[in-house]
């Protein structure tokens, strides 16, 4: 017997492991890749970037790409309707966009989770009121409940941010009570809690650890929904104002040209569709390797 | 003529390491109104050959035999569509789990009509008398209101008799029963096993009983071959084999038998475990767990000579 | 069954109750905290006498305590009145119930057009594990999931009307027709009306709008589709239908499609919220008339009675299809049906 287990390679480590399983995901590293550059390009934007992107230049409205005829190659993307630099505004917009990815997935999560875990221990009335009112967030359509918050706190990209955490908060605290509840009713938590261990350490040493997967996934699919959600806001002028840089709001603005400057129109949503794809790609990725249930 | 006969057939699945054969080199022979018991551990591909010999293997698996033929009618050179004619209505077979083996979408009477309906086994008008009728051949109390359940409203034993009732609502020639016992209550699987052995009794078929019990066999079976790690190792008449088993594994296995351990203070057990798909010792794939292993049997592979596949088998002359 | 039916009707019912004056409250909360006196953006910026104001925030109640305002608001709901718009002096359940059924056209079509493709498509890349339809279907969908879709909408214009002029960009018919509001449903009346000119109208107002707004639907139907049928494909009870000598047509409708689709219907229930939502950004594009577009526009005129009377409305639609849904989930899946 002992020479057949020789034969069997080691176990590698457990990132290694991951790493296997979730490059086996092609589309997976593909959406890493994405993530990659649009990383790099926001931290790099002020030296990659030509211009400032709000400057306007007075004489160089609407100028196409560098490829269509009149194109200037101090603007390789055209220029806006008031003579800003796209490629500028873009890199500028991909910078504001993983902010407010970021920014709002992790305020998600970090209250979310809260309450999740809240609702989950405490259980009873407290867990009652907390997932009714998650319930009823959740029947609002997630655009109608985010424009209403605008609505009441006014346009902006920071209210609009808050209106997304808001709006995307009942899917962690869901989540977060679920594997906590699941976790809960394994041996080793009674173990630990009839060690002596208290409340918070059990909720936030032991329970969160473990149902730690489903939560790293749906921090990247809430990444795509942030980004998208903040940009449809902008879109309808109620997120991020003019002249900021900001993908929705840049199209928001651009309605009127569709007929002479395709150029103001596509780029900035090309630019949401690849960032939105590659988080979802990643998110994808990620729970094909977290989770071996999922995977086939 | 033998009704189901098989020569050299090997099954393949490919893995993520490569192509892995789950069968190798099994022959089966099953006449008209026999028995035959398919014995051995989890593993050991006694399954996988009845159900490639059912054409349910789906791809990526791979069937090859040299001789697959059904009545006469050669099974691989058959197009799908006749194929399928031969399938559920000639040769039939009931399935391990009766609880998941029904579709929990239709009710139970429906789905044995369905397979009459599809091979046409009796006018449409009479369809649901045949039913009825097939509920009560396999002793489901009530038959008539009960043809409405669905299975998760019934009982595993209960579900297996419709399982049996559907296996054999077109009277094939040949059963399939692949450890139709083994997810039921021990009660139960004494019932379910006497309804098999009278229905083939009494309807002439070959039944095929896939099993990994000892006790069933030496009960049911008139002839048994027993597998082991997707070959088989040995094959005998049911009375010559527990008089005298002539493959080691298949000695150690009555020995394992609570019945045979008389006098002694702990039941035998073997050593090891079935290889997998990464751990195929070479040559004979019983030798790290046998005990009259020999340096031949540690390099070379035994073939099959006088039903048992042994470099040195038990009562041969020395 | 029938008894059991109800009760479970019944106690699906019970569990809306709390959900339902959650989602009031959360309309009152709409006017209370949205800032200014309701009663100043009423009567607009005209400015009014401090007596005046006082007498009217008397005489709508808006010097109780809270608690009694939401009670008399609640009321007033239950009795069906939610409100005046403050622009154009309508109720707003008239304007809501003259707009809804163009969403509702709409909303049908795109979630028609999502399943009528994402199903087959769901189903075939399933049967076909590992193809190369397979994975171009899986990629397409994940792209189709992450599309911008008030963006998307720009694009279908820019291409199907502006570069190939064979759409209109906006309404929804012509104006050279007139057709009788009979049901609301454009499609319905120019098919009643026997206009065919009305009906192609119609239908080339129909198809770009509906495309957009089914894109996503579209995508998580087949993504979903396919996972459900991986699942189902490798249940015991397909092998034995396979076993009966069913052709591969027939087990793969009958026996797997129909256990598949238990969790498909499911998510395709729970999508009717999201598609309002994305009903909001498609009317506003193709400017359709419909209540998203009612909203967006409600909110460009500080219209609050509207908005808060309209997003109740569609909450209340939302709970209300969600129910339909868990009734349908008892009706298709026999082992909750007790």
Redesign the interface.
Same mark, same amino acid.
């Given at each position: 017997m002992s020479d057949i287990a020789a034969k069997t390679p080691p176990m590698p480590g457990a990132l290694a492991l991951f790493w296997r399983s979730f490059a086996e995901n092609r589309g997976a590293v593909v959406g890493l890749a994405i993530m990659g550059i649009l990383i790099a390009v926001s931290i790099l934007a002020d030296v990659i970037s030509l211009h400032s992107p709000i400057e306007q230049f007075r004489e160089s409205f609407l100028i196409p790409p560098i490829w269509q005829e009149g194109g200037e190659w101090s603007f390789p993307l055209g220029t806006d309707d008031v003579g800003r630099d796209m490629l500028s505004r873009l890199i500028y917009g991909a910078r504001l966009s993983l902010i407010i990815g970021f920014s709002v997935a992790s305020l998600a999560l970090l209250t979310g989770t809260t309450l999740g875990l809240t609702a989950a221990f405490a259980g009873g009335i407290v867990d009652i009121v907390i997932m009714r009112l998650m319930d009823v967030l959740l029947v609002f359509p997630s655009l109608l409940l985010a424009i209403v918050i605008v609505a009441i706190l006014g346009p902006g990209l920071f209210n609009a941010m808050l209106a997304v955490v808001v709006v995307t908060l009942p899917g962690y605290t869901r989540l977060a009570r679920a594997s906590a509840l699941a976790e809960l009713a394994r041996d080793y938590v009674t173990a630990t809690r009839s060690a002596g261990a208290g409340t918070l350490r059990l909720m936030f040493d032991v329970v969160l650890p473990n149902c730690a997967a489903p939560l790293i996934v749906q921090v990247s699919l809430g990444f795509a929904v942030a980004i998208l959600d903040a940009a449809a806001l902008g879109f309808l002028g109620l997120g991020a104002q003019p002249p900021t840089p900001e993908w929705g709001t840049m199209l928001s603005g651009a309605l009127q040209f569709y007929q002479r400057a395709w150029w103001v129109l596509a780029l900035p949503g090309f630019a949401i569709l690849f960032t939105v794809l590659a988080f979802n790609l990643v998110g994808d990725g990620l729970r094909d390797a977290l989770d071996p249930k999922l995977k086939r | 003529m033998a009704l189901l006969e098989i020569r050299n057939l090997a099954v393949e699945f490919g893995t993520a390491r490569g192509r892995f054969r789950a069968v190798d080199g099994v022959d089966v022979t099953v006449d008209a109104g026999e028995i035959l018991c398919i014995v051995g551990e989890s593993g050991s591909g006694k399954s996988v050959s009845m159900l490639a010999a059912m054409g349910l293997i789906a791809w990526p698996g791979r069937v090859t035999a040299d001789v697959m033929r059904f009545d006469g009618t050669d099974l691989l050179g058959l197009s799908a569509r006749d194929r399928r004619k031969v399938v559920g209505k000639d040769m039939a077979m009931v399935f391990q789990e009766p609880m998941t083996s029904l579709n929990p979408c239709y009710p139970i009477g429906w789905q044995i009509a369905e397979a009459l309906r599809v091979h046409n086994a009796v006018p449409r008008n009479k369809v649901q008398d045949r039913v009825v009728e097939l509920l009560e051949q396999v002793g489901i109390p009530d038959a008539g209101r009960r043809m409405n359940a669905f299975p998760h409203q019934m009982s595993g034993g209960m579900n297996q008799r419709v399982m049996i009732a559907m296996a054999i609502s077109c009277n094939p020639r040949l059963l399939i029963a692949d450890e139709p016992t083994t997810a039921l209550d021990v009660t139960i699987q004494k019932q379910i096993l006497d309804l098999l052995i009278d229905l083939q009794a009494s309807h002439g078929m070959g039944l095929v009983l896939i099993t990994h019990d000892m006790g069933v066999v030496a009960e049911t079976a008139h002839r048994v071959q027993v597998m082991y790690a997707g070959q088989m190792v040995e094959e005998q008449s049911t009375d010559a084999l527990f008089a005298a088993p002539r493959h080691p594994y298949t000695a150690a296995l009555l020995d394992a038998l609570p019945e045979r351990a008389h006098g002694r203070a702990r039941l035998p057990t073997i050593p090891g475990v079935v290889p997998g798909i990464d751990d195929r010792p070479t040559g004979c794939l019983f030798n790290p767990r046998c005990g009259l292993v020999t340096d031949l049997c540690r390099s070379t592979k035994p073939l099959t000579a006088n039903g048992v596949r042994c470099h040195t088998p038990l009562g041969a002359p020395a | 069954m029938v008894r059991s039916m109800f009760r479970f009707l019944f106690r699906r019912i019970a569990l809306i109750v709390?959900?339902f004056i959650?989602?009031t409250?959360?309309a009152f909360l709409?006017i209370h905290?949205?800032?200014g006196d309701p009663i100043e953006a009423r009567v607009g910026e005209r400015g009014i006498a401090p007596e005046r104001l006082a007498e009217l925030r008397h005489e709508f109640g808006y010097d109780l305590p809270m608690w009694q305002q939401f009670f008399k608001y609640e009321v007033q709901i239950v009795k069906g009145d939610l409100g005046m718009s403050v622009v154009t002096q309508q109720s707003v359940w008239h304007e809501f119930i003259t707009l809804f059924p163009a969403t509702v056209e709409l909303s049908i079509a795109a979630i028609l057009f999502a399943m009528l493709i994402g199903l087959p498509m769901g189903v075939i890349a399933a049967v076909r594990r590992g193809s190369a339809f397979d994975y171009g279907l899986?990629?397409m969908s994940?792209?189709g999931?992450?599309?911008?879709i008030?963006?998307?909408g +720009?694009?279908m214009?820019?291409i199907f009307s502006?570069t190939l002029g064979i759409t209109p960009v906006s309404g929804r018919i012509s104006d050279a027709f007139f057709v009788e509001p009979w049901s609301g449903f454009m499609l319905i009346d120019c098919y009643w009306s026997e206009d065919e000119g009305a009906c192609s109208s119609a239908w080339s107002h129909m198809i770009l709008p509906m495309i957009v707004l089914g894109t996503i639907p579209l995508a998580i139907i087949a993504r979903m589709t396919r996972s459900s049928m991986?699942e189902v494909l490798n249940?015991?009870?397909v092998?034995?239908?396979?076993?009966?000598? +069913?052709?591969?047509p027939?087990v793969v409708i009958v026996?797997a499609l129909?256990?598949a689709l238990i969790p498909v219907v499911t998510v395709i229930g729970l999508s009717v919220?999201?598609?309002?939502?994305?009903a909001?950004?498609t009317e506003?594009i193709f400017s359709w008339p419909g209540v998203g577009h009612w909203?967006?526009e409600s909110?460009?005129r500080r219209d609050?009675p509207v +908005?808060q009377g309209g997003?109740l409305l569609?909450?209340v639609l939302?709970?209300m299809v969600?129910l339909g849904v868990d009734l349908l989930y008892g009706f +298709?899946?026999?082992?909750i049906r007790r």
């Amino acid at each position: 017997m002992s020479d057949i287990a020789a034969k069997t390679p080691p176990m590698p480590g457990a990132l290694a492991l991951f790493w296997r399983s979730f490059a086996e995901n092609r589309g997976a590293v593909v959406g890493l890749a994405i993530m990659g550059i649009l990383i790099a390009v926001s931290i790099l934007a002020d030296v990659i970037s030509l211009h400032s992107p709000i400057e306007q230049f007075r004489e160089s409205f609407l100028i196409p790409p560098i490829w269509q005829e009149g194109g200037e190659w101090s603007f390789p993307l055209g220029t806006d309707d008031v003579g800003r630099d796209m490629l500028s505004r873009l890199i500028y917009g991909a910078r504001l966009s993983l902010i407010i990815g970021f920014s709002v997935a992790s305020l998600a999560l970090l209250t979310g989770t809260t309450l999740g875990l809240t609702a989950a221990f405490a259980g009873g009335i407290v867990d009652i009121v907390i997932m009714r009112l998650m319930d009823v967030l959740l029947v609002f359509p997630s655009l109608l409940l985010a424009i209403v918050i605008v609505a009441i706190l006014g346009p902006g990209l920071f209210n609009a941010m808050l209106a997304v955490v808001v709006v995307t908060l009942p899917g962690y605290t869901r989540l977060a009570r679920a594997s906590a509840l699941a976790e809960l009713a394994r041996d080793y938590v009674t173990a630990t809690r009839s060690a002596g261990a208290g409340t918070l350490r059990l909720m936030f040493d032991v329970v969160l650890p473990n149902c730690a997967a489903p939560l790293i996934v749906q921090v990247s699919l809430g990444f795509a929904v942030a980004i998208l959600d903040a940009a449809a806001l902008g879109f309808l002028g109620l997120g991020a104002q003019p002249p900021t840089p900001e993908w929705g709001t840049m199209l928001s603005g651009a309605l009127q040209f569709y007929q002479r400057a395709w150029w103001v129109l596509a780029l900035p949503g090309f630019a949401i569709l690849f960032t939105v794809l590659a988080f979802n790609l990643v998110g994808d990725g990620l729970r094909d390797a977290l989770d071996p249930k999922l995977k086939r | 003529m033998a009704l189901l006969e098989i020569r050299n057939l090997a099954v393949e699945f490919g893995t993520a390491r490569g192509r892995f054969r789950a069968v190798d080199g099994v022959d089966v022979t099953v006449d008209a109104g026999e028995i035959l018991c398919i014995v051995g551990e989890s593993g050991s591909g006694k399954s996988v050959s009845m159900l490639a010999a059912m054409g349910l293997i789906a791809w990526p698996g791979r069937v090859t035999a040299d001789v697959m033929r059904f009545d006469g009618t050669d099974l691989l050179g058959l197009s799908a569509r006749d194929r399928r004619k031969v399938v559920g209505k000639d040769m039939a077979m009931v399935f391990q789990e009766p609880m998941t083996s029904l579709n929990p979408c239709y009710p139970i009477g429906w789905q044995i009509a369905e397979a009459l309906r599809v091979h046409n086994a009796v006018p449409r008008n009479k369809v649901q008398d045949r039913v009825v009728e097939l509920l009560e051949q396999v002793g489901i109390p009530d038959a008539g209101r009960r043809m409405n359940a669905f299975p998760h409203q019934m009982s595993g034993g209960m579900n297996q008799r419709v399982m049996i009732a559907m296996a054999i609502s077109c009277n094939p020639r040949l059963l399939i029963a692949d450890e139709p016992t083994t997810a039921l209550d021990v009660t139960i699987q004494k019932q379910i096993l006497d309804l098999l052995i009278d229905l083939q009794a009494s309807h002439g078929m070959g039944l095929v009983l896939i099993t990994h019990d000892m006790g069933v066999v030496a009960e049911t079976a008139h002839r048994v071959q027993v597998m082991y790690a997707g070959q088989m190792v040995e094959e005998q008449s049911t009375d010559a084999l527990f008089a005298a088993p002539r493959h080691p594994y298949t000695a150690a296995l009555l020995d394992a038998l609570p019945e045979r351990a008389h006098g002694r203070a702990r039941l035998p057990t073997i050593p090891g475990v079935v290889p997998g798909i990464d751990d195929r010792p070479t040559g004979c794939l019983f030798n790290p767990r046998c005990g009259l292993v020999t340096d031949l049997c540690r390099s070379t592979k035994p073939l099959t000579a006088n039903g048992v596949r042994c470099h040195t088998p038990l009562g041969a002359p020395a | 069954m029938v008894r059991s039916m109800f009760r479970f009707l019944f106690r699906r019912i019970a569990l809306i109750v709390p959900t339902f004056i959650g989602v009031t409250f959360m309309a009152f909360l709409l006017i209370h905290l949205v800032p200014g006196d309701p009663i100043e953006a009423r009567v607009g910026e005209r400015g009014i006498a401090p007596e005046r104001l006082a007498e009217l925030r008397h005489e709508f109640g808006y010097d109780l305590p809270m608690w009694q305002q939401f009670f008399k608001y609640e009321v007033q709901i239950v009795k069906g009145d939610l409100g005046m718009s403050v622009v154009t002096q309508q109720s707003v359940w008239h304007e809501f119930i003259t707009l809804f059924p163009a969403t509702v056209e709409l909303s049908i079509a795109a979630i028609l057009f999502a399943m009528l493709i994402g199903l087959p498509m769901g189903v075939i890349a399933a049967v076909r594990r590992g193809s190369a339809f397979d994975y171009g279907l899986m990629g397409m969908s994940v792209t189709g999931a992450s599309m911008p879709i008030f963006w998307w909408g +720009l694009m279908m214009i820019l291409i199907f009307s502006v570069t190939l002029g064979i759409t209109p960009v906006s309404g929804r018919i012509s104006d050279a027709f007139f057709v009788e509001p009979w049901s609301g449903f454009m499609l319905i009346d120019c098919y009643w009306s026997e206009d065919e000119g009305a009906c192609s109208s119609a239908w080339s107002h129909m198809i770009l709008p509906m495309i957009v707004l089914g894109t996503i639907p579209l995508a998580i139907i087949a993504r979903m589709t396919r996972s459900s049928m991986l699942e189902v494909l490798n249940e015991d009870y397909v092998r034995t239908a396979r076993a009966k000598g +069913l052709s591969t047509p027939r087990v793969v409708i009958v026996h797997a499609l129909r256990n598949a689709l238990i969790p498909v219907v499911t998510v395709i229930g729970l999508s009717v919220s999201g598609l309002l939502g994305g009903a909001i950004l498609t009317e506003t594009i193709f400017s359709w008339p419909g209540v998203g577009h009612w909203l967006v526009e409600s909110i460009a005129r500080r219209d609050y009675p509207v +908005l808060q009377g309209g997003s109740l409305l569609i909450a209340v639609l939302v709970i209300m299809v969600n129910l339909g849904v868990d009734l349908l989930y008892g009706f +298709l899946n026999p082992r909750i049906r007790r």
